[in-house]
């Protein structure tokens, strides 16, 4: 989406479907995430025996990393300096090279405070529907008349 369709505030509905983003995080991916961030490796996240030490399945998705997932989602919808606020609840944990989709869906709106607000539930899941993500954001949007 471009910057010039980015929503405005009056045509947005509640039940709006917001996506899917469909993402794959790949192992070297992790592995740059993880170096910028400055997490010392290996760890659970690029290394299977550390992973399976904490009796994960295998190394998986930083938390971080999969906020910055969902949130790319928002941002593409709602345009830069959109989102307000992230509220995420980690069901199980997300593995490396497996399909991904995020979508959200417009579960309220209102004016508060001079801003033109939205609220969505977010969710990522697994190709099979596996919910390893999951939550609520809140964007804000700009009106027509402004």
């Given at each position: 989406?471009?910057?010039?369709?980015?929503?405005?505030?009056?045509d947005?509905?509640?039940?709006?479907?917001?996506?899917?983003?469909?993402?794959?995080?790949?192992?070297?991916q992790v592995?740059?995430f993880?170096?910028?961030?400055?997490?010392?490796?290996?760890?659970?996240f690029?290394d299977?025996?550390?992973a399976?030490?904490?009796n994960?399945?295998g190394?998986?998705?930083?938390g971080?990393?999969?906020?910055?997932?969902m949130?790319?989602?928002l941002?593409?919808?709602?345009?830069?300096?959109?989102?307000?606020?992230?509220?995420?609840?980690?069901?199980?944990p997300?593995?490396?090279d497996?399909?991904?989709?995020?979508?959200?869906?417009?579960?309220?709106t209102?004016?508060?405070?001079?801003e033109n607000?939205?609220?969505?539930?977010?969710?990522?899941?697994?190709?099979?529907?596996?919910?390893?993500?999951?939550?609520t954001?809140?964007l804000?949007?700009?009106s027509?008349?402004q």
């Amino acid at each position: 989406m471009t910057q010039q369709n980015m929503p405005y505030f009056e045509d947005v509905e509640l039940g709006d479907e917001i996506g899917p983003l469909q993402k794959v995080a790949a192992d070297d991916q992790v592995v740059g995430f993880c170096q910028l961030w400055g997490n010392p490796m290996p760890n659970r996240f690029t290394d299977a025996a550390i992973a399976a030490k904490a009796n994960l399945p295998g190394p998986i998705l930083p938390g971080v990393m999969s906020m910055a997932l969902m949130s790319q989602l928002l941002t593409q919808w709602g345009g830069p300096g959109a989102l307000k606020d992230l509220d995420l609840v980690f069901r199980q944990p997300v593995p490396h090279d497996q399909p991904l989709n995020i979508a959200a869906t417009v579960t309220d709106t209102r004016q508060e405070n001079g801003e033109n607000l939205v609220e969505c539930d977010i969710l990522m899941t697994g190709a099979a529907g596996e919910r390893y993500v999951g939550g609520t954001a809140l964007l804000s949007l700009p009106s027509k008349s402004q």
